[in-house]
């Protein structure tokens, strides 16, 4: 479990919480975990808010209390607090809330959703699209299904062998020979223009 806090972070926290109750820690949190509407916040967390399923991450000058739940979501999270020209505030980077990690030796379907949840949907959500693994071939192809913005647009070709194909096949070459399109690509009642 890595979470990482900014010495600038935890001060800022310190001043807060020493106008709270005494033994008042924080709690970090993910909202909608594993979903693409995942959002991390943080909270006080007075000593009668620690739950028995708790876990206690602790730092220099408090702790940081984490649900079970929240927990594998944040993994390789980073809180800062950052001063510039338009003032301070806190910043939250949690690259696994939207999907927690997958080991390095689960099923190879699971790392590859990983990567597509992870690094190709992010791209894509720009334009308002998004891909699904339907499955894996037996000779080694991804079949991806296009939705959202994806769906009718003349460009999905190029996405899925420009960019998708050669992201995933770099990601895994033993793996992958290729990547398939399963969506009808054409113009009608399901498609946007």
């Known amino acids: 479990m890595n979470i990482t806090i900014s010495d600038a972070a935890q001060s800022h926290f310190r001043k807060l919480l020493d106008q709270q109750e ?7 949190f993910v909202v909608n975990p594993g979903t693409q509407t995942a959002e991390c916040g943080v909270s006080y967390c007075p000593p009668n ?6 876990t206690e991450v602790k730092f220099e000058q408090f702790s940081a209390f984490v649900d079970d739940v929240s927990l594998p979501f944040l ?12 003032g301070a ?3 939250m980077k ?20 990983y990567v597509i949840q992870t690094q190709v949907n992010p791209q894509l959500a720009s334009h308002g699209g ?16 296009f939705g959202g913005g994806c769906n009718g647009c ?34 009608g009642e399901h498609s946007y223009y």
């Open 154 to 187: 003349s460009m999905v070709d190029v996405t899925l062998k420009e960019g998708i194909e050669k992201q995933l096949l770099a990601l895994f070459p033993d793996e992958l020979v290729g990547v398939r399109d399963v969506t009808e690509h054409q113009h």
């Open 130 to 145: 998004r891909v699904t693994l339907i499955e894996i071939t037996e000779d080694k192809y991804a079949i991806l299904q």
């Open 22 to 28: 005494e033994g008042t820690n924080i709690r970090i």
């Open 49 to 54: 808010a620690i739950e028995d399923t708790d």
């Open 75 to 86: 993994d390789e999270a980073e809180i800062d607090y950052v001063t510039d020209a338009m």
């Open 94 to 113: 949690a690259p696994n809330a939207k999907m927690k990690k997958v080991d390095d030796d689960a099923p190879f379907i699971e790392r590859l959703d």
């Open 89 to 91: 505030q806190l910043t």
